[in-house]
């Protein structure tokens, strides 16, 4: 299987904390894109980090990505009750299209 | 512009009853795609349609299809219910590039909760 893994599989956090989640991957991608689900609910995306990007940031978020070691993280800073979701690593199949492989998911819980 | 909607949002069936989940995407948005995730093997990808077409396909049996209208919505239809189909199934588009290489955000639905008994 192709499927990320993310670690932790839980992590729980004080507000104001920062989170850190990690992901591995298996085989060589295109681009990597992290998401968040609240509650069994739809997937919302976060961010996405191409190749040969090292760093990205969005608001809050910070994304690194090592492709030497398959490997990205996703860091939540100043940490906030809604951001109590679970989180996913997504990779691409290396094909034409839209076809992902997603992680295990980081069940991440902010305590007020 | 309005997201991505599924129908219904939540389906029991029996075992051997087959089900048409729908999916309609971000208006301008052609490529759509379906995942399954359940508690054990998380989100795994069924197929992608682009422009009528299948485009991608997963790793799921025969009982799983789908299809793609000229106004991009898509509907996935599962033929002989197993319990093991019990999952939420998620919808999602994009723009879609027709010979790109790299990948796009996917916009995703709430999803459809099917339960087979």
């Known amino acids: 299987s192709q499927q990320g893994e993310e670690d932790p599989q839980a992590l729980s956090i004080q507000e104001g904390e920062n989170a850190t989640m990690n992901c591995s991957y298996k085989?060589?991608?295109?681009?990597l894109q992290w998401y968040r689900q609240n509650s069994g609910r739809g997937l919302v995306h976060l961010i996405l980090?191409?190749?040969?990007?090292r760093e990205k940031h969005s608001g809050r978020l910070r994304v690194t990505l090592d492709t030497s070691k398959k490997s990205s993280s996703l860091l939540i800073t100043a940490s906030r009750a809604a951001d109590t979701a679970s989180y996913f690593c997504?990779?691409?199949?290396?094909?034409?299209?839209?076809?992902?492989?997603f992680g295990t998911g980081t069940s991440l819980t902010v305590i007020p | 512009k309005a997201g991505v909607t599924q129908t219904p949002r939540y389906l029991i069936k029996t075992r051997g009853q087959q089900v048409t989940l729908s999916c309609s995407p971000i208006?301008?948005?052609?490529?759509v795609s379906w995942y399954q995730q359940t508690p054990g093997q998380g989100l795994q990808f069924l197929f992608e349609?682009?422009?009528?077409?299948?485009?991608n396909k997963g790793n799921f049996p025969g009982r799983f299809s789908g299809r793609q209208f000229s106004n991009s919505r898509s509907e996935m239809n599962v033929s002989t219910l197993e319990l093991g189909d019990s999952a939420l199934y998620l919808c999602?588009?994009?723009?879609?590039?027709?010979?790109?290489?790299?990948?796009?955000?996917?916009?995703f639905g709430p999803g459809t909760r099917l339960l087979v008994l």
């Open positions: 349609y682009f422009s009528e077409t299948q485009r």
């Open positions: 997504a990779t691409d199949a290396g094909n034409t299209g839209n076809q992902f492989y």
């Open positions: 999602a588009s994009s723009p879609g590039r027709p010979r790109g290489t790299l990948q796009e955000t996917q916009y």
């Open positions: 085989t060589s991608i295109n681009n």
């Open positions: 980090i191409r190749s040969n990007e």
């Open positions: 208006s301008g948005h052609r490529s």
